[in-house]
């Protein structure tokens, strides 16, 4: 079992940054893959970035050049750093761990981007 908690959303300007963080405890976190992925309102859940456990990422080609994911296996976290925000990028931020599929996620963190 892995427990997932999601931290740094808020509200910024278009244009702003943010960093999320989700911090995982359990299972050994090195071992999985991780991702985040968003759910904006009446829309469905979209993968955002993942990176696996030597640092290989991928983006979806919205947030592609704007986002960009880590991770610190020393401190179990991951990370989305958000640059050039859009109002389009407005949505609940989750994060999950796994591989093929994602059986793990954490609660989400509100991402607000204001025009």
């Known amino acids: 079992q892995v427990q997932l908690v999601e931290s740094g959303g808020g509200l910024v300007q278009a244009g702003g940054s943010l960093r999320l963080s989700c911090a995982a405890s359990g299972r050994t976190f090195s071992n999985y893959n991780m991702g985040w992925f968003r759910q904006a309102p009446g829309k469905e859940r979209e993968f955002v970035a993942t990176?696996?456990?030597?640092?290989?990422?991928t983006y979806a080609d919205s947030v592609k050049g704007r986002f960009t994911i880590s991770r610190d296996n020393a401190k179990n976290t991951v990370y989305l750093q958000m640059n050039s925000l859009k109002p389009e990028d407005t949505a609940v931020y989750y994060c999950?761990?796994?591989?093929?599929?994602?059986?793990?996620w954490g609660q989400g963190t509100q991402v607000t981007v204001s025009s």
């Open positions: 999950a761990a796994g591989g093929s599929i994602w059986p793990y």
């Open positions: 990176i696996n456990w030597t640092g290989d990422s």
